[in-house]
C-alpha cells in the first residue's frame, strides 16, 4: 500500500459507518432501545437517573414497603425492562402512557418484565443475543453499545468452545495471535503489532491483566488455566489513559467469577480426551462458592489438576511421547464489605511442568531428535486486595498486588560454546513485582464521565544463565547473571463530554516515569569482561483522543487517535564476546519506542439486535521498533531494528436468527511491516512482521435444542485460519510458518444439575508447521506440529 491508503480507507469506512448508522425508516419498533448504565445507589437518586436516561416521567412519593437500595443496570433496554431490573423487591411500577411510570408497592413477587402493551415499543421483537457487560474502560458498558474497539466472550462461551487458555481462545478473538513455543512459554500479539517472535527484555506489546491486576511486563503468557470464569475481554490499541502500566498493541482481561454472598454454588468436572499417535490426556476441576456468617460476605474457591499427554517422540534416547505436561493451580477469592468499604481479595497459584520441548527438526513429522530433553518449568502466583466504595463526587478503588513469577528452562546446547559432549544451557527467570493503583471515576449518568487513576509499580528481575553436563548437571559454567530492578509510576485518565446528545469527544492520557537499573556479572566463559552496571531514567506523557456518534444505542461509530510507549534498557556486554555474525552488531542500550494508532470503526445491530457486526480500520505508524533476538551463538539481544507500520482491517459478526441457532464470524485483514531498517540487525523490510500474518479468521457455528422438557442438546463446528508468516525479520523458507487452518466438532447433552460433552480437534488430523522456533541453539530447520486429531470428553455436575 502507498503512503496514502490509509487516511483514503479510513474515510471510505468512516462514511460508510456513518451511512450504516443513519435511521432506517420502517424500524419504529427500536426506538425505544437505550442505553442504560445504572449503579446501585438510593432509590430516589437512582430513579432521578434513570428518568434521564431513558428520557422519560417517574412519579414516586415514598410507596409503602418500597426502599433499599436500587439494583445495578448496564445493558441496551427498553425504559421497562431497565425499570424492572432496577427496583428493589417490594416495589413494582405501572406505565401510565408511552413516557411515564409509575413507582408502586407490590407485596406479591414481580416477574421479570411488565405486561405487554399497546404501543411501539411492547410490539418490538425481543432480542435473542445475550447482552454482555464489559468493564474494559473501567465502567460498566454493553458490549453491543460500545464506543472503542473491543471483542469479549462470555464464560459460557469459552466453556461452549472448549477453551481452557488464551492460546485456545486466541482464534474466536478477533486481530488476537498467540506464538507455540510451548505452555506457559507463549507471546501474544494483537493487531500484528509483533516485535519479533522471542521473548527477551523488551516490555511485551500487549498487556495481560487478571481482573485488575497486570501480572507479566516482558514474561511469558503465565497460560492460566480458564476455570470458572466471567468472560475475556480484549481492548485493542495502546491503553495508557485506562491502564497505569500502559501498552502499545492493547489489553486482554481474564475476568474471574466473583464470590457470590447470595447463595451456594459447587461444580465438579472430569475431562479426558485421546490423542492420535500420542499418550490420553485428562483434568479434573473444581469449585466452590459459600456465603460466610458476615453479611455480604462470600469465599469462592476453583482448584484444578491437568495432564497433557505427549505426542512427539525421540528413538535417540528411545523415549515415546516426550512432551507431556502437567498443569495444577487453585485461586481463592475473598467478598466482605468493611466500613463502608467493599474488599475483593484473591490468590492464585499455578505450576506447569512440560517434560520436553514440542518442536521437531529437519521436516519430522513427530520426531524430535536431541541428545538432551528440554523440559520447562513456569511457577506462578499472585496475590491482590481490591477496596472499593462510592464517594460524594464518584467511585473510590485502590488497589495493590504481588506477582510471584519463576520460569526454569532447558536447552540441548550440545555443538555451542566448542563443546562436543552432551551439553544442557540452563536459564532461569525470576520476577517479583509489586502494584498500588488509585482510581476515581464518575458515576454513570449526565454529560461527562471521567477516570482518573494513579500507579506505581516496583519489579526485580533476576536471570541466569549456564552451561551443565547431564546427567549430573556438574560442574556448571555460569555464562551471565543479570539483575533489573524497574520502578514505574504514572497519572493516567481520560473525560469523555456529551458535546451533543449522541456526539460524544473522549480525551485522556498517560504521564509517566520510569527508572530502571541493571547489573551483570558471573561471566565465567568472558572472565576479562567486568561487572556491567547502568541507570537509565525515562518518561513521558501518551495521549488519546476519540470522538463517537451514536446514532440509535445499537448502532455507534467512532474515530479516535492514541500513542503508546515503551521504555528502554540495557543488554549485557558478554554476548558480544561470545561470536557474532556477519551483519550483526552489539549495542549496549536499546533506546525507546512508541507508537501512534488510528482508526475508525463501529458497530451495528440490525434485525431487531439478532444480527450484530462490529468492524475497524485501524493504521498503526511505529518508530524504533524494540524487538528480542538471538545471535549466532544462540545468546539473546535486544535492539531496536527500525521503523514499522501496520495497516487493517477487522471485523466480527453475531447472527442469532433465533434461540437454537449461533453464528459467530471474525476475520483480519492486515499488511505488518517494517518500513526502514536501522541496519543493526539481519532484516527484509519487505516480508511483514515476525510471527503474525497477513490474514486470519474463523468461524463458529452453534446450534441447541430441547430434546425433552428436562434435557437441552446443542452441537457446534468452527473453523480457524492462519496464515503464512515469518519468524523472523529475515525470513527464508526455514523461517516460513502458518497457512493452515483446523477444524473442531462438539456436541453436549444437559439438564439442570448435569452436562456431558464430546469434541473432536483438529478433526482432519492436519500437519502443519504452527511455529519455527525451539531452540536458538540447534542450527536445523524447526517446526511446531499441531497436536494431531484428539477426541475428549468432559462430564460436570453443579450443586
Request: charged letters at 20%.
Amino acid at each position: 500500500m502507498t503512503p496514502q491508503t490509509p487516511p483514503r480507507l479510513i474515510a471510505l469506512v468512516f462514511g460508510t459507518a456513518i451511512a450504516l448508522a443513519l435511521p432506517v425508516s420502517g424500524q419504529a419498533a427500536e426506538a425505544g432501545l437505550r442505553v442504560f448504565r445504572l449503579p446501585s445507589e438510593s432509590l430516589d437518586q437512582a430513579l432521578l437517573r434513570f428518568a434521564v436516561q431513558a428520557d422519560v416521567s417517574v412519579g414516586w412519593t415514598g410507596a409503602s414497603g418500597c426502599q433499599g437500595d436500587s439494583r445495578p443496570v448496564a445493558g441496551v433496554l427498553k425504559p421497562s425492562e431497565a425499570l424492572a431490573q432496577l427496583l428493589p423487591p417490594g416495589c413494582g411500577f405501572r406505565r401510565l402512557d408511552k413516557h411515564s411510570f409509575q413507582i408502586i408497592a407490590q407485596t406479591h413477587p414481580r416477574v421479570a418484565a411488565p405486561p405487554p402493551v399497546a404501543d411501539a415499543e411492547a410490539e418490538a421483537e425481543p432480542a435473542v443475543l445475550p447482552e454482555l457487560v464489559v468493564t474494559a474502560e473501567k465502567r460498566p458498558e454493553p458490549l453491543i453499545a460500545s464506543p472503542f474497539p473491543i471483542s469479549a466472550l462470555s464464560g459460557a462461551e469459552l466453556l461452549r468452545l472448549g477453551d481452557e487458555s488464551i492460546q485456545s481462545a486466541a482464534g474466536r478473538l478477533v486481530s488476537v495471535a498467540v506464538t507455540n513455543l510451548g505452555p506457559g512459554r507463549n507471546k501474544i500479539f494483537v493487531r500484528g503489532l509483533s516485535d519479533g517472535s522471542f521473548t527477551g527484555r523488551a516490555q511485551s506489546t500487549v498487556g495481560l491483566y487478571l481482573d485488575d491486576v497486570p501480572i507479566t511486563y516482558n514474561a511469558p503468557d503465565p497460560d492460566l488455566r480458564l476455570v470458572d470464569v466471567e468472560r475475556i475481554e480484549v481492548l485493542r490499541g495502546p491503553q495508557g489513559s485506562l491502564y497505569g502500566s500502559g501498552s502499545i498493541g492493547g489489553i486482554i482481561r481474564i475476568v474471574t467469577a466473583k464470590p457470590d454472598p447470595g447463595r451456594f454454588d459447587a461444580m465438579v468436572a472430569v475431562d479426558g480426551a485421546a490423542t492420535a499417535h500420542g499418550a490420553p490426556s485428562g483434568a479434573l476441576e473444581a469449585m466452590v462458592n459459600a456465603p460466610l456468617p458476615l453479611a455480604d460476605s462470600a469465599v469462592r474457591i476453583d482448584a484444578y489438576w491437568e495432564t497433557s499427554g505427549g505426542y512427539l517422540d525421540n528413538p535417540r534416547l528411545g523415549l515415546d511421547d516426550v512432551n507431556h505436561s502437567r498443569r495444577e493451580g487453585v485461586r481463592v477469592g475473598l467478598l466482605a464489605p468493611i466500613g463502608g468499604w467493599r474488599l475483593n481479595a484473591t490468590l492464585v497459584h499455578q505450576t506447569i511442568d512440560t517434560a520436553d520441548a514440542q518442536y521437531v527438526t529437519d521436516g519430522k513429522a513427530l520426531i524430535r531428535d536431541t541428545a538432551l530433553q528440554e523440559p520447562h518449568d513456569n511457577d506462578f502466583s499472585v496475590a491482590s486486595l481490591t477496596a472499593s466504595r462510592t464517594t460524594p463526587i464518584g467511585g473510590l478503588k485502590l488497589s495493590v498486588a504481588y506477582v510471584d513469577h519463576n520460569l526454569d528452562t532447558r536447552y540441548d546446547a550440545t555443538g555451542a560454546f566448542g563443546t562436543t559432549s552432551p551439553t544442557a544451557f540452563d536459564q532461569r527467570q525470576q520476577v517479583r513485582m509489586a502494584l498500588a493503583q488509585a482510581e476515581l471515576s464518575s458515576t454513570p449518568g449526565g454529560r461527562a464521565h471521567w477516570l482518573v487513576g494513579l500507579f506505581g509499580s516496583a519489579t526485580r528481575e533476576e536471570e541466569r544463565a549456564g552451561l551443565s553436563a547431564p546427567p549430573d548437571n556438574s560442574p556448571a559454567t555460569s555464562i551471565y547473571r543479570r539483575t533489573d530492578h524497574l520502578t514505574e509510576a504514572a497519572a493516567y485518565g481520560e473525560i469523555g463530554y456529551d458535546l451533543l446528545p449522541r456526539t460524544t469527544l473522549t480525551l485522556g492520557g498517560r504521564l509517566f516515569e520510569s527508572r530502571l537499573e541493571t547489573n551483570g556479572a558471573d561471566f565465567d566463559l568472558t572472565p576479562t569482561v567486568p561487572h556491567f552496571h547502568a541507570v537509565l531514567d525515562d518518561g513521558g506523557f501518551a495521549p488519546k483522543a476519540r470522538l463517537s456518534y451514536t446514532a440509535r444505542p445499537d448502532r455507534v461509530i467512532y474515530v479516535q487517535a492514541q500513542e503508546g510507549f515503551r521504555t528502554g534498557g540495557f543488554n549485557l556486554p558478554v554476548v558480544a564476546r561470545l561470536g557474532m555474525s556477519p551483519g550483526e552488531t552489539f549495542n549496549r542500550r536499546f533506546r525507546p519506542d512508541h507508537l501512534w494508532n488510528y482508526e475508525a470503526g463501529g458497530e451495528w445491530a440490525v434485525l431487531h439486535r439478532k444480527l450484530t457486526f462490529r468492524a475497524a480500520l485501524f493504521y498503526a505508524q511505529w518508530r524504533s521498533v524494540q524487538t528480542d533476538q538471538y545471535f549466532a551463538s544462540g545468546l539473546p539481544i535486544t535492539v531496536n531494528i527500525g521503523d514499522g507500520s501496520n495497516t487493517g482491517l477487522e471485523a466480527e459478526a453475531v447472527w442469532a436468527p433465533n434461540h437454537h441457532l449461533q453464528v459467530r464470524i471474525n476475520g483480519l485483514i492486515e499488511e505488518p511491516e517494517l518500513t526502514r531498517s536501522a541496519r543493526v540487525f539481519p532484516a527484509r523490510p519487505d516480508i511483514g512482521l515476525p510471527g503474525v500474518p497477513n490474514h486470519m479468521g474463523g468461524i463458529d457455528a452453534h446450534y441447541r435444542w430441547r430434546p425433552t422438557g428436562r434435557l437441552e442438546a446443542a452441537v457446534s463446528a468452527e473453523y480457524n485460519y492462519i496464515g503464512t508468516s515469518f519468524l523472523t525479520f529475515v525470513g527464508g523458507a526455514a523461517s516460513r510458518m502458518g497457512g493452515y487452518g483446523v477444524g473442531r466438532l462438539a456436541a453436549e447433552l444437559s439438564s439442570r444439575r448435569w452436562r456431558l460433552g464430546a469434541y473432536l480437534d483438529n478433526v482432519a488430523d492436519t500437519r502443519a508447521n504452527t511455529f519455527a522456533f525451539g531452540n536458538p541453539f540447534n542450527p536445523a530447520p524447526q517446526a511446531t506440529p499441531l497436536r494431531p486429531r484428539t477426541f475428549g470428553v468432559r462430564i460436570e455436575r453443579t450443586y
